[in-house]
């Protein structure tokens, strides 16, 4: 889906590591939310509540997933998942546009 139809979005952003990540909230119809954002090169680690679905839309980086000893390399669209109450780490190479749903 590249367009959200309905929506309502909260203005002030999120922002983490001194702002090198941001994203904004996106509410749905349905009464899910999911985050758009961007990621700008560095290495970061991220803490999740509830399952996260991570589509990347463009960008060049790495990720170690829960439970992984090996790195994931996504150049360009990808989408991996993240178990709730887990951490994953983060390798930007690239400004990486992303969409986070949560389950």
Known sequence: MSQLENVT???QANVYYDGKVTS??????????????????????FGTDSHE?????AGKLSVL??????WLHIDGQATFEVP???SFKLEISTVTDYCCSYA
């Open 9 to 11: 979005v909260v203005k």
């Open 24 to 45: 904004r909230i996106v509410l749905l119809p349905d009464g899910s939310k999911l985050t758009l954002g961007i990621m700008l090169p560095g290495s970061y680690e």
């Open 53 to 57: 679905t991570m589509e990347i839309l």
């Open 65 to 70: 997933l829960p439970g992984s000893e090996e």
């Open 84 to 86: 709730a109450n887990s």
